[in-house]
Nanobody, 116 residues
Framework: EVQLQASGGGLVQAGGSLRLSCAVSGITFDDYAMSWIRQAPGKEREVVSCMSKSDGSIYYGNSVKGRFTISSDSNTENAFFLQMNSLKPEDSAVYYC????????WGQGTQVTVSS
């Protein structure tokens, strides 16, 4: 059974940084996409960043380009991360990690709050 556990959220001032982690277990397939998705109250869900396990290709949403970096643990392959720098109040949201390989697997959300 695939399980994802997101952590690392918190309260930070604008301009600050946070690093989100997603612990992954139970993956038995070779190719999948790792994503970070966020949802703020009253707003639609937004794909923040996505990375392919097979070829390492990466996508960033326009609102986070140049500020956020997605990465994975290449040694253990049981975690991936989102480094968030230069945080803005509009980055405040619940952040979810997701793995997709024909099926969707989601972790529980972690709250990120950026104060102005």
């Amino acid at each position: 059974e695939v399980q994802l556990q997101a952590s690392g959220g918190g309260l930070v001032q604008a301009g600050g940084s946070l690093r989100l982690s997603c612990a992954v277990s139970g993956i038995t397939f070779d190719d999948y996409a790792m994503s970070w998705i966020r949802q703020a109250p009253g707003k639609e869900r937004e794909v923040v960043s996505c990375m392919s396990k097979s070829d390492g290709s990466i996508y960033y949403g326009n609102s986070v380009k140049g500020r956020f970096t997605i990465s994975s643990d290449s040694n253990t392959e049981n975690a991936f991360f989102l480094q968030m720098n230069s945080l803005k109040p509009e980055d405040s949201a619940v952040y979810y990690c997701r793995v997709f390989s024909g099926r969707d697997y989601w972790g529980q959300g972690t709250q990120v709050t950026v104060s102005s």
